[in-house]
């Protein structure tokens, strides 16, 4: 951007004051529930992801991006990154980072019926 652009928007924010116009308490409230209800999602996860795939000094550390980790033991109370992980399941963890391709994923064949 050029700095006769940059002058002129300088110039209509200065001259242009903005007034924040009064809201009702309930409306306040209205649009407060909202904005959480869809930002308290996006957050979590980000939280999550940032204790599994980047904070290497955290405990709840899974490993690298774009690669498969599996943990081989059961969860218990004193991991927290998730609320509420099933005690008697392992789990697999994938940090997704699709920002330059997508990922594909190679699973061996599962056969129908009974497992022995």
């Known amino acids: 951007m050029n700095k006769t652009i940059l002058t002129m928007l300088a110039l209509i924010f200065a001259v242009a004051p903005v007034r924040a116009q009064p809201i009702a308490p309930d409306e306040a409230r209205a649009i407060a529930k909202d904005a959480y209800i869809y930002g308290f999602p996006l957050v979590d996860n980000y939280r999550i992801q940032y204790s599994y795939f980047v904070d290497r000094n955290d405990r709840e550390f899974k490993g ?23 005690s008697d399941t392992p789990y697999s963890f994938v940090g997704a980072d699709l920002r330059r391709e997508p990922l594909v994923f190679t699973v061996p064949a599962i056969r129908e019926g009974p497992v022995d």
């Open 64 to 86: 690298a991006w774009n690669q498969v980790h599996n943990t081989a033991r059961v969860y218990t109370p004193d991991d927290k990154a998730i609320q509420s992980p099933n």
